[in-house]
């Protein structure tokens, strides 16, 4: 077992989630969009956002090589999974739990702007800024955090915490 500490409660979590839901819904005010959860991680954070929308949404998913065991990316992302649906003409938002260096997001901003849709945004829940090595920022960001290891509310160490609904740091 680790030792966890508490960072962000369900609360807090709830009551920016709820915000960020109003701002999409506002900016979107009258178009469908389609949500893009980059699996597993944002599974959670995109189940709770989506039912803050009172938008025409539509869900899709897909998946990146992870971390695996360890902390730090080592700079190479791989497309373990597609989108179902063509991403064409469409408003897409792309859901992610954090953003790290950035290198999955910029990668997958670019898998999905090859389907020429209309509109690409990101909404992230987490942004660890200090650690970006590649020039991307999310245009729907929950929480600025430090340089922590945190897990929980969909985000795993080496698979194992996703499921705690607060927000922990690892120590
Ligand atoms: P990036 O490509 O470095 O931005 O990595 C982003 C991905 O790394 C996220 O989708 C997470 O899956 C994972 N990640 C980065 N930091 C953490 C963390 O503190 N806890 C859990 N996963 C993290
Ligand atoms: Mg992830």
Known sequence: ????????????????????????????????????????????????????????????????????????????????????????GRNVILVEDILDTGLTIAYLKNVILAHQPKAVRIAALLDKRSRRKVPIEGDYVGFQIPDEFVVGYGMDYAERYRNLPDICVVA
């Open 1 to 88: 077992m680790h030792d966890l500490k508490v960072l962000l409660t369900r609360q807090q979590i709830a009551t920016r989630v709820a915000e960020m839901g109003r701002q999409i819904t506002n900016d979107f005010a009258g178009e469908p969009v389609v949500l893009v959860g980059v699996l597993k991680g944002a599974a959670i954070f995109l189940s709770d956002l989506s039912r803050q929308l009172d938008l025409d949404a539509t869900f899709d998913f897909i998946a990146v090589s992870s971390y695996g065991n360890q902390k730090q990316n080592g700079g190479e992302v791989k497309l373990l999974k597609d989108v179902d649906q063509s991403m064409a």
